[in-house]
């Protein structure tokens, strides 16, 4: 039972906080309200057993991308982006919108028609940084060196595509 | 276990990575054209070292690593084209200079890529190698990041493979879902007990997903936008990999989930796969006829989606006469698709790496047999004239599409086949009949007319002795 409170908690903290995300028209609350939306989610992992995860959210997207937001509004001021009665979308995006908004529906609609393997609670372990580290380094260690390849190569391309000195190519 | 891991080409591609980070921090001395030198004599050691792994049948890494004759087959074809590739890239080492190390890791990476994709056992292993191709494409194709072709290339490329690796990992997601398993093998049970079903579930959303992932690679039909920008935009060589290397991984990718995860598809998926081959099959061909004239490298794009098209044809068949011609047309594909890039490049001796437009090769047996005689023969085997390979290769697919009994899929084929002779024929005369603008004649290297001789070679025998490739590749099935 208190479980089942803390998740409509929870649930509705994120949900509201990301509704005032889209309808804030100050972005620096926008971006404040969405590290709230974050955060209550989660909370919301930790209580499907998924520490690591809840941990990784807060760490990688509150603590991380948001800042990342913040010190772009910081450095490029809010006065430029601030929504205008001018700036309205056309029909076309609205069209659009609508279309996105519908596939999601149906998509929403067959996964809770489809609740043969959701019913259970995860185990309590299964989520514990442990089981995710053995996991990682012993089932998935080729998946996981492959991921450090690949940032490699994002290390490689920002470097040469940003480096100017040897812009001495055509 | 250990011997196989340390012979294996991912280890030997690793540590060329090292190596050339290494070389440029220690040596700097080194000349570029050295470098290259080096890097595809290395290629040519692993390609032989991959050779004598032929024969093992194994899973290692926690059955996430496959090694079979399959997976050999096409490393080796990987680590030949790569080869092809870093010649072609050759020519440009005096513009790239320093840059020619990271030029080069980045498509050792690449090349890394397509290895460990033929090798995937699950699908997590098959979404990284993927990622671990189109990332550093994503900066391959920015490379000659002054130009503004090469900028807008590489930002197109950037948004759609961005968005085709979500489609792919949102639909591993629904497959994951359903089955609670990544490894091929398990999904395959899961596969044969729903595809028996006939209602729609979440796993076929999640297979036409991933579908649609690799329909970007391969640049099938409802994917095949970005192709004829990126492909005009991006360093040669850089095209050279995306539709020799990048395609083949793709169609290897397709055959892997086909043959070892889903276990075969019914009569629907079977209908939608013909109608998406179809489409793919004119659009390639009917939109290369108003490319004459224009850019050379947006012409190959089209008609490299048209024959995307001809290898989807083989891959419906799902039987070994089907994946028998598919591995064939793919590699004279891609036999006469480098030839012509080698071509291409080594006709505009600026380096400069900017025209490459129709009009530039006009008359060019006149300025340089050697490479005239190149395209002719690498042109007739695309185009699927007797006695190049190309034309046995579109036999091998209409045959066995014919003998699966799709009768009006087979006349589309050889519709198709029609038209693009009439634009390959157009690009002969231009290269054979037309004056051209700029008399002087093009002087080419000794090891650069020694590759010519070799790829034409190989073409004309391969069209005559058909045996011996296809009997190799009867054992890769």
Redesign the interface.
Known sequence: MPETILFYLFASVALISALYVIFSKEPTYAVLSLVVTMFSLAALYVMLHAYFIAMIQILIYAGAILVLFLFILMLLGTEGILPSDQARLGRGWCFFGVLLVSIFTAELA??FQ?TQ?LKDWPSEILGTVENIGRSIF??????FE??S??L???I??V???AHKK????? | MLSLISRSAETGL?IVVVALFAARLTLPRLKSGVVSKLVITVFALLFLLNMTLWGSKTLL??D??RLDHFALFFKGFFLLAGIFIFMIAGH?QD?????IY?FY??FT?AT?GAC?LVSANNF??LF??I??IT??L??LT??????ITSIEAGTKYLVVGAFSSAMMLFGISFIY??T?TINFHDCRSAFTVLSAQPSF??LH?GLILVLAGIGFKISAFPFQLWAPDVYQGAPTPVTAFLAVVSKSAGFAALMRLVLLATGGWNAVWILMLALIAAATLLYGNLGAIPQLGGNMKRFLAFSGIGHAGYLLMAMICQNAQGYQALIYYLVVYAIATLTIFLGIVLTDPS????KHNMSDFQGLLARSPMLGFSFFVAILSLAGVPPMAGFFGKFLVIQAVIEKGMWLLALIGAVTIAISLYYYLNVIKLIYADQPNDTSSIKIGFGYQLTFICLNLSLIFLGVFQAPLLHLIAKTI
């Open positions: 067959m996964v489809s393997n012993s089932e998935h260690l080729l998946a492959l991921i390849l690949i490699l190569i994002g490689i391309g470097v040469n595509l040897e812009a001495d190519n055509a | 690793i890494l926690q996430a690593f440009f513009t790239l200079a320093k840059r990271e890791s980045l990476l890394l460990f997590l292993v990284l190698s990622e671990l990332f550093s994503y900066v920015t490379y000659w990041r002054t130009q879902g359903t609670q579930t979440l959303l380096q400069s790496d900017m």
